[in-house]
């Protein structure tokens, strides 16, 4: 079955302790991305990736790292995670005309 | 300063009814506009999309309306149904499809 698969689902960290975020897709999509959703605010895009060792920042990139070192593979990584950082997000992959999204991951920064 | 702006922010139909929900957007680069439908735990799921050349696209119960000089589109669900109730989100993009610029969302309740 086609899908991205994010882990965890669900994430209580406290503040400054690093934590990372997993995202794997099995299309071997060229393009993925890290999305967070806030109320009201809909998505915001994070960092991208074009494709391996390719990546770039989205509208909201401060306080997170990314990387890209096999094309199944884009982890989010929160170096000190702070309380603004608590949302919903998404990693998404893409190959032309939309994105097929993961489940979430539900992040609470303490 | 939010690139393309989605209302209503909530909506209820009664079963049977039709949904419209509306997004505006500012620039005219612009030149795909996918729909999104996401159900409570899940990610967004592509519903249904639209490039400018055209001013109408129908997929079963949904349509998606362009209007290019007004810089809106919308989408109309007819019957609709208890269970599209979910958030739609609508978004842009120009150029490559690998970034896109989404509305705030709308959370639709159907009623039975």
């Known amino acids: 079955e086609a899908q991205v698969t994010q882990n965890p689902r669900y994430l209580i960290t406290v503040t400054g302790k690093k934590l990372t975020v997993t995202c794997s897709q099995n299309?071997?999509?060229?393009?993925m991305s890290w999305y967070r959703q806030d109320p009201g605010l809909g998505l915001r895009q994070i960092y991208y990736?074009?494709?391996?060792?390719?990546?770039d920042k989205g509208d909201v990139p401060e306080g997170y790292k990314v990387s890209r070192k096999e094309k199944r593979n884009f982890p989010l990584i929160l170096e000190s995670p702070s309380p603004n950082q608590t949302s919903l997000y998404f990693c998404?992959?893409?190959?032309?005309?939309?994105?097929?999204f993961g489940s979430g991951t539900r992040l609470t920064v303490v | 300063q939010q690139q393309v702006k989605q209302s209503p922010q909530s909506l209820i139909v009664q079963k049977g009814g039709i949904s419209i929900i509306n997004c505006a957007y500012e620039?005219?680069?612009?030149?795909?506009f996918p729909w999104y439908q996401q159900f409570p735990g899940k990610g967004p799921a592509l519903l249904i999309a639209?490039?400018?050349?055209?001013s109408e696209k129908k997929e079963g119960r949904f349509t998606i309306s362009f209007n290019k000089s007004a810089k809106q589109f919308s989408l109309h669900i007819m019957d609709s149904q208890p269970g599209d109730s979910a958030t739609y989100f609508c978004?842009?993009?120009?150029?490559?499809?690998?970034?896109?610029?989404f509305g705030s969302g709308t959370k639709l309740n159907v009623k039975p």
């Open positions: 620039n005219t680069a612009f030149d795909y």
């Open positions: 299309m071997n999509h060229e393009y």
């Open positions: 990736s074009m494709n391996v060792e390719v990546t």
């Open positions: 639209i490039r400018p050349d055209v």
């Open positions: 998404a992959s893409s190959h032309n005309y939309g994105y097929t």
């Open positions: 978004a842009a993009s120009k150029g490559n499809f690998n970034k896109f610029y």
